[in-house]
């Protein structure tokens, strides 16, 4: 949780408390609003122009994991549309230790790409049908599945920090179905366990495929978030490749 308290700027025990905190953004940066909860009281980080409605809302619905329940996130939609912002969120997960992960075949070939080949792996590839594997510093290492010289499938690691590394999935539609998406995932995951790294991953609630995948790969949801994002961001996203 120290990663994530960095990012709130709160302690790492706010995440364990029963009661309710809400932070005063200092960088411009930051969202209008975000919120985190592993389960307790929720965790939110507001700039000036929502800090006092957070606070607010904090002591309406003081049970902090209800935060993330239909009506009460429709309320803070509603709230940040008056702001020309809408909110995303979803659920982080984290691995089971005690699972172990096997990483079955899949009939295609796989490679493994190391931090200063990333850029030869994106070279390979159309960024804008892989959202997710657009060359950037923080690439620290992929699995990436091929049909012959093309890639089909990769799961990519990202370098938060030292020994947390957030991991995504992408498959081409042609090739899913097929267990690429379970197989590399495993891959990657024991990769970066076997070098005393922790992966987590992130997925939108509506997510049911990304969820499926890591609850087979042993993954649990460990925590609730949400977020504040610029109109015009959200419906690129939502109507851009990645939703394809």
Not at 21 to 31: G, M, S
Not at 143 to 170: F, N
Not at 202 to 226: D, H, M, Q
Request: include cysteine; proline fraction near 6%; aromatic fraction near 10%.
């Amino acid at each position: 949780m120290q990663y994530f308290a960095k990012k709130y700027a709160c302690q790492a025990d706010d995440f364990l408390a029963e009661n309710n905190k809400v932070i005063l953004a200092q960088e411009p940066a930051d969202p209008l609003v975000s919120m985190m909860c592993f389960g307790h009281g929720a965790v939110t980080k507001a700039q000036p122009l929502m800090h006092d409605w957070c606070v607010d809302f904090a002591a309406k619905h003081p049970t902090g994991f209800r935060w993330f329940d239909g009506l009460p996130l429709g309320e803070a939609a509603k709230e940040l549309a008056k702001h020309g912002h809408y909110i995303s969120g979803g659920q982080g997960a984290l691995p089971d230790m005690s699972v172990k992960r096997t990483a079955p075949g899949t009939g295609f070939r796989t490679r493994v790409f190391a931090h200063g080949e990333m850029a030869g792996l994106c070279g390979q590839i159309d960024p804008a049908q892989w959202p997710m594997c657009e060359p950037s510093e923080k690439n620290a290492l992929a699995v990436a599945a091929y049909d012959g010289d093309t890639v089909i499938a990769m799961a990519v690691a990202d370098d938060d920090t030292d020994r947390l590394y957030s991991i995504g999935i992408e498959v081409q539609p042609a090739y899913r179905g097929k267990g690429l998406a379970v197989a590399l995932t495993d891959e990657l995951t024991n990769l970066l366990l076997r070098r005393g790294i922790l992966p987590f991953a992130i997925f939108s609630w509506a997510n049911i495929a990304s969820k499926t995948t890591l609850y087979k790969c042993g993954y649990y949801p460990a925590w609730n978030y949400c977020e504040s994002t610029n109109g015009a961001w959200a419906v690129r996203i939502i109507n851009g490749p990645q939703h394809a």
